[in-house]
């Protein structure tokens, strides 16, 4: 429990401080890969699909709901068909 509570007066902090860049980067760097490690599973999922005809990928457009970096959302419009992709942050 003190991990949780030492974990939950550091952010409350972190939005009190001035140099809470610092924070945020060190947040970002935690996450960096994870949108393309993600994307990756999403990718192999649709190419089998469309490998069975079950679905046509360039008919699809791709939401990324909270993608911080935005690296799972280039990573599907790069290596896939989708030509549309929306990052809702």
């Excluded at 079950?54 to 799972?72: F, R």
Aim: charge should be neutral; glycine fraction near 6%.
């Amino acid at each position: 429990m003190e991990d949780f509570n030492s974990r939950i007066k550091e952010h409350l902090l972190a939005l009190f401080d001035t140099n809470t860049d610092l924070h945020l980067l060190n947040q970002k760097k935690q996450f960096q890969n994870e949108g393309k490690r993600k994307a990756e599973y999403i990718v192999k999922n649709l190419m089998l699909r469309q490998e069975r005809n079950e679905i046509d990928i360039s008919k699809l457009a791709y939401i990324s709901i909270g993608g911080a970096d935005g690296s799972e959302i280039i990573h599907i419009l790069k290596t896939t068909p989708v030509k549309i992709g929306l990052l809702f942050e």
